[in-house]
C-alpha cells in the first residue's frame, strides 16, 4: 500500500466521464475543451485527449500547460493579460479571447491577424454563491452592452459565455441560452464560433444528454456557428479520492478522528464553499467527526457513520476530490502535501509525483 496522503485517479471512473463527452460531441457537433483551472494533473492528459478536442484556460501558465501536455486546440482566456506575457500567450494558443473591449483594443495590433473572441456576460447565471457567481453585480467578467460588442465585430469572430455553476438541470440552462440568443441572437449570426463554457453537469447520471445535444446542435445551425463547451468538473467528476491514515482519535463530546491531511491545503474549495466532504458509504453506528491535521479550528471533512469506531492507522477515501483540490492545494501548516497516484484500467496503481520537504523550502524562499 502506498504512504498516504494520495489523491487517487482512477481511470476506469475517469472514463466513464470521457464516454459521456465523446458522445455529446458526437451528437451535438460541439467541442469540447478541458478547463485547466479545474484540473490540470497533466499525467493523465494522454488518456483524456482522445475524448476531448483541447484546453482552455485562465492565465499564461495554463496556456502554456495545455499547449505542451494536451495539445488539440489551445484556447487562451484571461481576466487581463499583462504587456509582458501577450507574446507568449499568442505563440500557444489558437484562439485568444478577451474578457473586455479594452483588453481587445489594448492588444488589437499584436493579435492582427489572429482567431479572436471576446467574453460576454449575460447577466443570468446558476450560481448562488455570490463568491462564484459571474452575473454578480459589478462583476468585471465581460462586457454585457450588445451596442458596445457590435462596435468591436470588425475584430472579433466568436464569443465566450460562462454563466453556468454546477448546472444539473437541463431546463435551466435552456432557459438562460434562450436569454442569450434573445440578448445578443443578432451578434451571434454575425461570428463563427461561440463558447458556452463550463457549469454544465452533463456526465451526471440523469442528465439528459441527448436533448442537451439536440439543443446545441440546434443553436449551432440556427445561427452557423462552431459551438465549444468548456467543462472541468463534468469531464473529472467522481474520478479521484484523497486517500488519508487516521492519526488519532478523542473525545469531546462527539467521537473525532485527526487524519494526516487537512481540508484546507488539500481540499480547500469545500472549505470555502463551506461544504462537507464525502466518505462512502457514510453507514453504520458510530458517528465520527473527520478533522485534518492543521492547526485551524475548523480544518474539519465532515462528520460520518461508521460500522465500528476508527483507531490509528486506519485508511479513509474522501471521494471526489478530482476538481479543484489538486489545482489548490498549498502548503499551509507546513502539512505533507499528498501524493498523486493513478490507478490504471487494468487496476494496478502508480505513483505519479511525490512531494517532499524541498519542495515545501523551494516554494518559499
Ligand atoms: C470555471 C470555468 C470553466 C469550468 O467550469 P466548471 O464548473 O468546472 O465546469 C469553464 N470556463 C470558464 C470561462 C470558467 O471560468
Known sequence: MLPTPYYLIDKSRLLANME????????????????????????????MKDYMDGTTSSSLYEIK?????????????????????????????????????????????????????????????????????????????????????????????????????????????????????????????RAEWVSLGGGIHFTGDDYPLERFAARLRAFSEKYGVQV????????????????????????NGKDLAIVDSSIEAHMLDLLIYRQSAKIEPDEGEHEIMICGKSCLAGDIFGTFRFPAPLKAGDRLSVQDAAGYTMVKKNWFNGVKM????????????????????????????
Open 338 to 365: 499528498p501524493a498523486i497516484a493513478i490507478r490504471e484500467l487494468d487496476g494496478t496503481v502508480r505513483t505519479v509525483r511525490e512531494f517532499s520537504y524541498e519542495d515545501y523550502k523551494q516554494s518559499l524562499s
Open 228 to 251: 465549444y463547451l468548456e467543462p472541468g468538473e463534468a469531464a473529472i467528476t467522481r474520478s479521484a479520492t484523497l486517500e488519508v491514515t487516521v492519526l488519532d482519535t478523542l473525545h
Open 65 to 189: 500547460l495545455g499547449h505542451e501536455k494536451f495539445g488539440g486546440e489551445t484556447h487562451a482566456y484571461s481576466v487581463a493579460y499583462a504587456d509582458d506575457e501577450i507574446a507568449e500567450v499568442l505563440a500557444n494558443c489558437d484562439k485568444i479571447i478577451f474578457n473586455s473591449i479594452g483588453q481587445l483594443e489594448r492588444f488589437s495590433s499584436v493579435s492582427e491577424g489572429r482567431i479572436r473572441g471576446l467574453r460576454v456576460n449575460p447577466r443570468v447565471s446558476t450560481s448562488d454563491f455570490d463568491l462564484a457567481d459571474p452575473a454578480r453585480p459589478f462583476s468585471r467578467l465581460g462586457e454585457w452592452d450588445p451596442e458596445k460588442i457590435e462596435a468591436v465585430m470588425d475584430r472579433i469572430s466568436g464569443f465566450m459565455f460562462h454563466n453556468n455553476c454546477e448546472n444539473a438541470d437541463f431546463g435551466r440552462f435552456d432557459e438562460m441560452l434562450a436569454v442569450i440568443e434573445d440578448r445578443f441572437g443578432h451578434l451571434i449570426a
Open 20 to 47: 459521456k463527452i465523446k458522445r455529446l460531441r458526437e451528437l451535438s457537433g460541439a467541442k469540447a475543451l478541458l478547463a485547466l483551472k479545474c484540473f490540470a494533473t497533466w499525467g493523465v492528459f494522454d488518456f
